[in-house]
């Protein structure tokens, strides 16, 4: 059945950071330490993926986003390249390894558990944008958000609301869009 297959541990490249990342974000990225140079001229040779979990708390979480590197958008004399990477999917990190043998870089095991569910209930969508355009309005933006929304849309607006980094990665966590938007939709209506 597929929920085995679903189970299946894979090896990820890891690129551990202090920051969450949502599937369908583009992330830029400056890259200078050599490990990290190492891992994205492997990427631009072989189109493989990394994975970035964040630094939480004194170690990694237990989610961290998929990646593809975009595109290197320059490399510069002193040998520090500046790339950008896409968020593919969410994973769960089921151990670190930080020596990979022949890499500088650290890596791990991980499972990409359910698929990302884009379901969601209109109703729930349009009372979570009427919130989230009422909080940017306050914050004193002009532009408002407007149909069409993004496939995804909590993972569009996850860094927008005011999350900490452990709500981020409980949002992170939840595989049902529908879901996500109920829980930002929790959030800014506790928010002043």
């Not at 961290?64 to 990190?93: P, Q, S, W, Y």
């Amino acid at each position: 059945s597929s929920d085995v297959c679903s189970s299946d541990l894979h090896f990820l490249p890891l690129f551990p950071l202090g920051i969450v990342v949502f599937p369908g974000e583009l992330v830029p990225l400056h890259i200078f330490e050599p490990r990290y140079k190492q891992l994205i001229g492997e990427c631009a040779e072989s189109g493989m993926s990394f994975g970035i979990v964040s630094l939480y708390q004194s170690g990694l979480a237990s989610v961290g986003t998929e990646m593809k590197l975009d595109r290197i958008v320059r490399t510069h004399a002193d040998g520090k390249i500046d790339v950008v990477a896409r968020g593919l999917r969410v994973f769960r990190l089921r151990s670190f390894q930080p020596d990979v043998k022949g890499k500088l870089y650290s890596g791990g095991r991980v499972s990409y558990g359910k698929k990302n569910d884009p379901s969601f209930e209109p109703d729930t969508q349009a009372e979570l944008v009427q919130s989230y355009n009422r909080m940017r309005q306050r914050a004193g933006f002009r532009r408002m958000m407007a149909a069409p929304y993004p496939e995804n849309l909590s993972f569009f607006m996850g860094h927008d609301v005011g999350l900490s980094q452990a709500q981020e990665l409980q949002l992170l966590a939840i595989p049902v869009e529908g879901d996500r938007q109920k829980y930002l939709l929790q959030h800014l209506s506790r928010t002043p």
